[in-house]
């Protein structure tokens, strides 16, 4: 007997995770098991607000699937909603299972990043305590490349191509004028470096830039950061700086912490890393400088997305649902690496409690000894993800993406 299944997305926008939302809906559409999709929207919250749509007739064609592969950011929208711990207040979950029995959803895929795990390994262990029968599976995304039990997340890829080939182009902006200039590219990461080690991807034959590059997983020294500025200066006219928003004194306090704030999910609140290395320059050196924040630039630039990594988050939506099928619940989908050269990757599963709420961080061993820069086994193991570029269809001259009124 079919059943429905129900699927919804939270975090923060990727340029792949519609692709993987694609997989989903394109495998879900061919199960004999599946009878109406349902999307979620604004994630968790649209469940908890009864806020559903249907998604089969708008995807039953394959036009629509491929022009969801291609659009950046959340098609069913996104929230940052923290369920409660079911022990201590069920009401959360109390709601979400009767919207469960009301459309009888048999299969459950959350598509995100860490929080969104939390909220997959909370519910599954919910409904299965309850006695129903719902498989919850998650289906990776975040362009912070941090979950564990994974090679790398849908995103990334991207995020990564964007974030070198931006450097690369602010180098042929910077190299122009012959005067001592130092640019300071702020890059996401909070405890995790891995998209500011993406940006050593920009080097060329010609350009070395970034010349410097910190991450939060070594600590930031002012005293030595200054002096290496003004030892490559005395060396070039030029320095461009990658820097994670993230970074941390000897003590692990943030550089640009803003007075202990945090979020609901207990996140330091950050802001400005880049303006406060800028101020750092500007007093201790006097040289010209300038700091750029790539923010929110590095998540939904569809027009320059690795083709892999499009590629790869649609087969992971594809395989969580096979994962269902196979009545696999309390897990989330995964990819590991089984090559470099020919690069190849295989698809699988893993329990979800080894990856709520767990940070992966790059290794020690692919950081230089002064923290400044990434060895040659980083570029190793990014250089892959950011192959092939996607065909985009334009229109009047801009991309065309698919939108839900």
Not at 82 to 108: H, N, P, R, V
Not at 133 to 143: F, L, N, R, S, Y
Not at 181 to 191: A, D, H, S
Request: glycine share 8%.
């Amino acid at each position: 007997m079919s059943r429905n299944c129900l699927v919804a997305q939270s975090g923060g926008p990727t340029v792949a995770i519609n692709s993987s939302l694609a997989g989903v809906i394109s495998q879900a559409l061919k199960s004999e098991s599946i009878d109406k999709i349902y999307g979620a929207r604004n994630g968790i919250q649209g469940v908890l607000n009864d806020h559903l749509v249907v998604l089969n007739d708008i995807f039953a064609q394959e036009e629509n699937i491929k022009a969801l592969k291609n659009t950046p950011s959340m098609y069913l929208g996104s929230c940052r909603y923290k369920l409660t711990d079911y022990k201590k207040d069920s009401s959360d979950y109390d709601k979400i299972c009767e919207i469960l029995k009301k459309y009888d959803i048999g299969y459950f895929f959350y598509i995100g990043g860490n929080d969104s795990m939390d909220t997959v390994a909370k519910f599954s262990v919910n409904v299965e305590e309850k006695g129903l029968d719902v498989k919850v599976v998650g289906i990776p995304k975040t362009i912070d490349n941090d979950l564990y039990c994974i090679d790398h997340t849908p995103g990334f890829g991207s995020a990564a191509k964007y974030i070198a080939a931006s450097v690369l182009e602010m180098a042929h902006d910077t190299y122009i004028y012959a005067i001592d200039t130092v640019l300071i590219v702020e890059i996401m990461g909070r405890n995790a470096g891995w998209l500011t080690a993406a940006s050593s991807l920009a080097r060329t034959s010609y350009s070395q830039a970034p010349h410097l590059i910190y991450l939060p997983e070594k600590a930031f020294d002012k005293t030595a950061f200054v002096a290496k500025v003004q030892e490559l200066l005395a060396e070039k006219h030029h320095v461009i700086v990658a820097v994670s928003e993230g970074i941390k004194d000897a003590d692990g306090t943030y550089i640009s912490a803003q007075g202990g704030k945090v979020d609901k999910f207990g996140h330091v609140m950050l802001s400005g890393t880049g303006k406060v290395l800028e101020s750092i320059v500007a007093e201790e050196i006097g040289c010209k400088v300038r700091s750029v924040e790539l923010n929110v630039l590095q998540r939904a630039a569809s027009h320059v997305a690795s083709k892999t990594d499009i590629e790869e988050s649609f087969f992971l939506g594809v395989n969580g649902v096979m994962l269902a099928m196979k009545g696999r619940s309390g897990v989330m989908s995964t990819l590991s690496r089984v090559s470099d050269e020919p690069y190849a990757v295989e698809y699988g599963e893993a329990d979800i409690e080894k990856i709520a709420n767990y940070e992966k961080k790059i290794p020690g061993e692919w950081i230089n000894e002064e923290g400044t820069d990434v060895l040659p086994a980083m570029e190793k193991y990014l250089r892959p993800l950011i192959q092939g570029e996607n065909e985009i269809e334009y229109q009047n001259g801009i991309p065309q993406y698919i939108f839900l009124e």
